[in-house]
């Protein structure tokens, strides 16, 4: 994509040399043909004008407008009165490297991806005064390299909302602020194996296994042995999770990723019982768990066992994944290696960024968001339930009580990767159960239908056009 650049002109590095005796104005013409012919200068792209490339050289003024009027009068380079001069088209004669082939995507009439929250709703008004809130009041002490765990302000608004929202065992020194789940898993799988852990346990299904997840590669990078363990309708199954040896346990209690179950009370208290009775940790990623439409969410797992449990929460879902902010409550001791580790990795997450979050936190415009968006999705929930109900009777939807997804239980003997194929020659986007299993080829066939960014009226005609091919 050609950069149109507006206001004040583009940077250009070119080197000159002039300890060698060729002429500068040669050397200046062949480094702005090679950039043009390598396509370091590409079609429309503006260049300086001559009095900032003369500056920036050190040469004059006159040397530069001779050498772009020989590469005006040579093709390469256009200029209109009174506008910039910019790269002539198709002045890059030698293809030297080929644009990259688009393949079109078809247009879908509806797309039931899983995990992905309705980016049409995110708050642009409200982000866009909390970034400009965030720039005008930072100090300029908070613009430098800073605490690794991440901006204090940040945390200490995290903590209370945590402590205020879900019931979490929360401060701001066992708080490190993250890229997002995807970082703050990696970031504390690293920090357990360097305690000593040798294995750690994944549900199943869930991220499926490192060949369908780039989680689960990650994970395996981070040196531990992966283990799953079986989820049922009540949540993970201890016993099993038990068995396998692991001693982390990865979880999503509050809305199973992706079954749609919330983990029963008796397997919280088993799993809590598990990881004191065996000095064992449990990773409990938080994802959506504002979204709960049924009653009241349950508290984080991390407020009954702050010592044993690491809670990993997102912006991705409440707000919209592009934020990559997220964080991690871990207990005293596993905080600071954490941090190190978070250190060694990118020495700490965008601080403007988290300023920006923190504003918006503070402001209770990030709650109000929250509410709306609940009322959005548990219409949405309705809408899905009603559509499948004329169109495909004999799918059974579960999961159903949180979040923007459910399972839809296809009839024994169905081919889910056929479904899926299928309803793509349909223009509609389904997701199969079978790449969130540990093993691609085990259990029942099933879809997991997301309807978080699946427009309202989008959603009647998509089941609709599946018609017949669920039953
Ligand atoms: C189960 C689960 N947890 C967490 C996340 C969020 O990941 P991140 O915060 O890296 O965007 C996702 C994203 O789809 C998810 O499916």
């Known amino acids: 994509m050609t950069i149109q650049w507006s206001g004040l002109g583009p940077e250009l590095l070119l080197s000159m040399d002039r300890a060698g005796g060729r002429p500068l104005r040669s050397q200046l013409e062949t480094a ?37 009027a020989q590469l005006l009068s040579e093709g390469y380079l256009t200029s209109q009165a009174g506008s910039a001069t910019r790269v002539a088209a198709g002045a890059r004669s030698v293809a030297t490297r080929p644009s990259p082939v688009r393949t079109p995507v078809p247009r879908l009439i509806a797309d039931f991806e899983p995990g992905v929250p309705d980016l049409a709703s995110f708050p642009r008004g409200d982000w866009a005064r909390a970034v400009r809130e965030a720039c005008t009041s930072a100090a300029n002490a908070d613009l430098d390299y800073g605490d690794p765990r991440g901006s204090l302000v940040l945390r200490e608004v995290l903590a209370g909302y945590l402590r205020r929202v879900r019931a979490a ?30 294995s750690v346990a994944f549900e199943d299904p869930g991220y499926g296994s490192p060949e369908t997840s780039e989680v689960m590669r990650a994970a395996g990078a981070s040196g531990l042995r992966l283990a799953h363990a079986p989820v049922d309708d009540l949540g993970i199954d201890v016993a099993a999770l038990d068995a396998s040896g692991a001693r982390v346990a990865v979880v999503t209690p509050a809305h199973q990723s992706p079954t749609g179950v919330v983990l029963a009370a008796s397997r919280r208290h088993a799993l809590v019982d598990w990881a004191r009775d065996t000095g064992s940790f449990i990773v409990e990623d938080d994802y959506d768990s504002e979204f709960r439409y049924d009653r009241e969410p349950v508290g984080v797992l991390q407020g009954l066992a702050p010592g044993h449990v690491l809670t990993i929460g997102t912006a991705s879902k409440a707000l919209a994944p592009a934020v990559r902010l997220g964080w991690i409550l871990a207990p005293p001791d596993l905080a600071d290696a954490i941090a190190a580790e978070k250190l060694v990795s990118d020495r700490g997450s965008p601080t403007l960024d988290q300023l920006a979050l923190a504003a918006l936190l503070r402001s209770g415009r990030y709650d109000k968001h929250l509410r709306r968006m609940r009322s959005v999705y548990a219409g949405r929930r309705g809408l899905l339930i009603a559509a499948l109900q004329r169109h495909a009777p004999a799918v059974r939807l579960t999961g159903l009580a949180a979040g923007f997804h459910a399972v839809a239980h296809l009839p024994d003997g169905a081919d889910e990767r056929g479904v899926v194929a299928a309803a793509r020659d349909r223009q509609v986007g389904l997701y199969g159960m079978s790449t969130f299993r540990a093993s691609r080829a085990s259990g029942p066939p099933q879809l997991v239908i997301g309807f978080g960014n699946v427009a309202d009226r989008a959603i009647e005609p998509g089941i609709a056009a599946l018609a017949g091919l669920l039953a």
Not at 178 to 195: E, H, I, K, P, S
């Open 32 to 68: 702005l043909r090679d950039a043009i012919r390598t396509g370091r200068l590409v079609a429309g792209e503006r260049l300086p004008s001559s009095r900032e490339l003369a500056r920036e050289l050190g040469v004059s003024r006159g040397l530069v407008q001779e050498c772009y």
């Open 169 to 198: 065992d929360a401060d701001a020194a066992r708080l490190i602020a993250c890229t997002g789940y995807a970082q703050g898993l990696v970031l504390v799988l690293r920090a357990l194996a360097g305690a000593g852990v040798r």
